[in-house]
């Protein structure tokens, strides 16, 4: 039974900088793609960083050069470090994985999702 649990959204003002935190449990962690994905009110999700099995990171063009995606196998644990904060990055950010094929960034690529953690910056 996998098992996404996101912690460590709040408010921020613009500017300002906020570390999501995902653990997972229920399968082999380090064979997986990874990924963070948001969804604000009225849009549609969208991916905002993976990283591949390969370790390899990937991000949407709307926050490159402003958010770090990390992760460590030893502790089923996956990161997003997020700096410089707009206010269009408000949204409440997943944690995905189960990996289906498909683009990386693609939502509907991924079969396992957590409950999410709002962030909201003013």
């Known amino acids: 039974h996998v098992q996404l649990v996101e912690s460590g959204g709040g408010s921020v003002q613009a500017g300002g900088s906020l570390r999501l935190s995902c653990a997972a449990s229920g399968y082999t962690y380090s064979s997986y793609c990874m990924g963070w994905f948001r969804q604000a009110p009225g849009k549609e999700r969208e991916g905002v960083a993976v990283?591949?099995?390969?370790?390899?990171?990937k991000y949407a063009d709307s926050v490159k050069g402003r958010f770090t995606i990390s992760q460590d196998n030893a502790k089923n644990s996956l990161y997003l470090q997020m700096n410089s904060l707009k206010p269009e990055d408000t949204a409440t950010y997943y944690c995905?994985?189960?990996?289906?094929?498909?683009?990386?960034?693609?939502?509907?690529?991924?079969?396992?999702w957590g409950q999410g953690t709002q962030v909201t910056v003013s």
């Open positions: 995905a994985t189960g990996y289906v094929g498909g683009a990386l960034l693609r939502p509907q690529s991924y079969s396992y």
């Open positions: 990283i591949d099995s390969d370790g390899l990171a």
